[in-house]
Nanobody, 125 residues
Framework: VQLQASRGGLVQAGGSLRLSCEAS????????MGWFRRAPGKEREFVAA????????AIADSVKGRFTISRENAKNMVYLQMFGLKPEDTAVYYC???????????????????WGQGTQVTVSS
């Protein structure tokens, strides 16, 4: 599946931003989805994941209570809503897809086989 993330942007600390990820190709309902990010000088890290039906979700501790993940399979879309942004949230954000028959999700980079191009989110202090 091909993934296209929306443009990120520059946001002031405390602000909010919603990233979207549009899938083309096979229906997104066959895939669990994840969001990851890579800050300068750091490894790509897990941010959030959602099962193919949207009933099971996981959020990284570093963003819990501030970020939410959701999806609309009928539109082939996945979203990452970010509130209370902090300068340490500055990173390139990636959406990722995983063919999944289990109804679960993965928190690891290796657990996903299709990736979007990445979108820059910069949070100013």
């Amino acid at each position: 599946v091909q993934l296209q993330a929306s443009r990120g942007g520059l946001v002031q600390a405390g602000g909010s931003l919603r990233l979207s990820c549009e899938a083309s190709g096979p229906t997104l309902g066959h895939y669990s989805m994840g969001w990851f990010r890579r800050a300068p000088g750091k490894e790509r890290e897990f941010v959030a994941a959602i099962s193919r039906g949207g009933t099971v979700k996981a959020i990284a501790d570093s963003v819990k209570g501030r970020f939410t993940i959701s999806r609309e399979n009928a539109k082939n879309m996945v979203y990452l809503q970010m509130f209370g942004l902090k300068p340490e949230d500055t990173a390139v954000y990636y959406c990722a897809a995983r063919w999944d028959v289990s109804g679960g999700y993965s928190r690891t980079v290796d657990g996903y086989h299709d990736w979007g191009q990445g979108t820059q989110v910069t949070v100013s202090s």
